[in-house]
């Protein structure tokens, strides 16, 4: 602390306990407990709103409660176990909430590692105290005159190193050297004048200068302008039994003061306030506002001092200044109902939070977990939509049309299906230039026909893929969990197309355009079908048409044993005409053939009629029925095999637990029984 130093005095504020005295009892209702480690067992007491195994001993006070023994062993094994829970929750979908609930659960965490497991464990461990508070409020001063040495560096501007300081009795320096407290932070002994360390490195100071069984320690500030140093303040709060809260006059009335005070009420945290560089002239006024502000923001600190403006000797502030600070930090330690009632209401405080903290976050699980479940139903019911939507429109004769149509009806006119079925040479186009040239055009009508029949079918699978997983992505974007998912994917899959088409420049392989999907779409767009699903739906049809062929040559084969057909294509042409044809669609649509008109036809044979002409009425009912079901099963892993990229995408996010609140909500249990 620089510039004007202060002389310290007890606050005689509400909830002060006035004048200060080297051995006396704190007035009034003072909580009377002990807590002692007995082969694993702890008698523990609680202060007030401190309900479970914190507990009081019989005693006169407002406070009394029946004394119960704490099973220290069980408490820690609770613990680990709720670790374990935390550690676990899977964060997976950017829903609202999820950035405070992660940072929630980091917090967690921190306060089982670094407070609770520690003091469960070393229950005999020093008391520690940390020194926190704004800018300028003298806080390394007040630290290097209780120790009685340099320990902390002072300045105007506080060190731009966020290197806490701990100074505690070279007899207590193993408990904190041997990473018990805070284990996952690096230390280093200081040696020699004060000195800062590296940045997220603390600083451990042994002096004779300070009393056993408490350590005292220098935070970074709480208004720093660096967010770390800010963090870092509260990771080191949380991890103490005391805290010691320290601000200024001309700064008590700011926003971070009130947030850390609120904090510690919170938290349940037992505290004590220093308000220093009061100015004499000032001095009523300036600290009945002070304290007015805390009363009205419930904050129960009954142990208050004010520091007066002052000068300063040597760097330190003279002892009667800052010596009923250090009595009183010297009785908490050296008096052992004092030091178990602050552990007690610390520690119990810091419990009492996990009773809202893990519903909270369970609760927040269980959202990730409807969230993933939703996001599943959404795509598997587009899909099951799209094959319904095949289903009909395979057999309802909407691809019986257009082009498909006039195929048809230029094959079946042409007398060539005629000839075909009845094992005869077709005349007209015989006549038309001998066997060569009825040949071509025979096969060239067929072929025509086929092409067309297979294209219409491609061109429904695909179409209702496409509004499958547009209807998909539509639907996610509109949730923004969904959102971020599919951001996330595209995004991988772009950069991963990007690398193929790299790898493939680089060994000559690079297709000339592949900036763009089919139709002009992103790459990696997750609002049409896959980009080689046209290539297996035409694989897949064509597959099934050659089932087809097999299944009806089976049945031509068992009906006309020895018959005289030359081929079976055509057979299974018509065959797949009667299949998507709709029921009672007959030969007004499709004419007979010309050799069956001379021979008095009346025009009103279709497709399935001819089927059946050929291999009977129950043979064409099977092959039709048979034909569609293979279909539609190939169909169908086709649009499984689409909706599974959305699948991969909720995967990709992360694994959720489908119980892991449930599990929260049982290690919740399981502490507050063994409390």
Known sequence: MEGKGMATERSSLPGASGEHSGNSEQSGNRAQSEMQAHGGEMAASGAVNSPGPWDQPESPSQWQRPRVRVDARLLEATLLNLHKRIAAVPLVFDIPGTEEVTAERAKLLSQIDDYLLPRVRQSAAPLLVALVGSTGAGKSTL??????????????????????????????MHWFAENMFLPTLPRVRQEGLARPGRDGLLVLAASEGMTKGIALLDTPDIDSVVRAHYDFAYQFLD?????????????????????????????????????????????????????????????????RFVIPETGIVDGYLPDD????????????????????????????????????????????????????????????????????????????GQLLAGEVLTRWQDYAASGDL?????????????????????????????????????????????????????????IWRDNPGGAALLDAAEEDRVRDERAKREFESAFGTAAEDAGSGPGGARPGAFDRSSP????????????????????????????????????????????????????????????????????????????????????????????????????????????????????????????????????LYQAEYSLEAAR
């Open 143 to 172: 630290v290097n005159s209780i120790v009685g040495s340099q320990v902390s560096l002072t300045g105007v501007r506080r060190p731009t190193t966020n290197s806490p300081v701990l100074a505690c009795h070279p007899d207590d």
């Open 239 to 303: 991890a103490s039994d005391l805290w010691l809260f320290m601000t200024s006059s001309s700064r008590y009335a700011d926003a971070p003061v009130w947030e850390l005070l609120q904090h510690a009420r919170e938290r349940g945290a037992a505290l004590g306030v220093v308000l220093s560089r009061v100015p004499p002239s000032h001095r009523t006024e300036l600290v009945a506002h002070f304290n007015a502000m805390l009363d009205a923001n419930g904050i129960q600190a009954e142990n």
């Open 532 to 663: 080689d699903l046209s290539l297996r739906v035409s694989r897949a049809v064509s597959a099934w048409q050659d089932q087809l062929m097999r299944l009806t040559q089976s049945e031509v084969t068992r009906q006309q044993s020895g018959g005289t057909l030359h081929d079976i294509a055509p057979v299974s042409v018509v065959a797949l005409v009667a299949m998507l044809a709709a029921p009672g669609q007959g030969g007004g649509l499709f004419p007979a053939p010309r050799e069956a008109a001379r021979e008095g036809s009346d025009d009103k044979d279709g497709a399935r009629e001819i089927l059946v002409s050929v291999i009977g009425t129950a043979a064409t009912d099977a092959v039709i029925k048979q034909a569609r079901q293979d279909l539609r099963q190939r169909v169908g892993l086709l649009l499984d095999e689409e909706l599974r990229r959305f699948g991969e995408v909720v995967e990709e996010a992360g694994h959720i637990d489908a119980v892991a609140a449930v599990r």
């Open 418 to 474: 005629s000839a075909a079925l009845r094992g005869k040479r077709g005349i007209a186009t015989i006549r038309r230039g001998g066997k060569r040239a009825r040949t071509d055009a025979t096969t060239t009508r067929y072929a025509a026909l086929e092409t067309a029949l297979r294209s219409a079918l491609q061109s429904l699978v695909v179409s209702i893929a496409d509004r499958a997983a547009e209807q998909v992505a539509s």
């Open 321 to 396: 200044i800052f010596q009923p600070i250090r009595d009183w930090l010297n009785e908490t330690a050296q008096h052992a109902d004092r030091r178990v009632a602050v552990l007690s209401q610390t520690m119990a405080g810091t419990l009492d939070t996990f009773k809202t903290r893990v519903p909270r976050l369970a609760a927040h699980v269980d959202a990730q977990v409807v969230l993933r479940n939703r996001l599943r139903r959404e795509a598997e019911g587009a899909y099951a939509t799209a094959l319904g939507a095949f289903d009909e429109g395979a057999c309802d």
